[in-house]
């Protein structure tokens, strides 16, 4: 192997390695992993929502023949599986935005019980 193929396979390597490690370490901390399920689920809900005014239409045949009531109830359902195929790719970034300041939030919380207490 040639010292201009080692090195990105290096990286490689060591990024698949830290995936699974932090994947261990998420898999071992039950309330980081309620946190990201939380963070998906808005993230979920934001692109539901998302979804749903972009397929929306002002007249009674829109661009999804949503004919009366039956064709609005089609069109969110509709949405929610758009929204959840999106989050599930990897949606728009919004819940690992969110799971961060959750993790950021809950330390300062932590240090603050500390300091008051100690």
């Known amino acids: 192997m040639t010292a201009a193929l080692a090195l990105p396979a290096a990286n490689l390597a060591l990024g698949i390695a830290g995936k699974v490690v932090n994947g261990i ?17 808005f993230e979920t809900m934001f692109l539901e929502q998302m979804t749903d005014r972009l397929t929306a239409s ?3 045949e829109g661009p999804l023949g ?15 599986q758009y929204a959840k195929q999106i989050q599930k790719a990897g949606g728009v970034g ?7 300041d959750l993790i950021s939030l809950q330390e300062q919380a932590a240090s603050g019980a500390k300091n008051v207490g100690g």
Do not use: H, V
């Not at 370490?25 to 689920?41: V, Y």
């Open 66 to 80: 949503e004919n009366g009531t039956g064709g609005g109830i089609w069109r969110s359902q509709l949405s929610q």
């Open 25 to 41: 370490a998420d898999a071992l901390d039950p309330a980081k992993a309620k946190l990201k399920k939380q963070a998906d689920d």
């Open 58 to 60: 002002e007249g009674s």
């Open 94 to 100: 919004l819940s690992d935005q969110i799971l961060r």
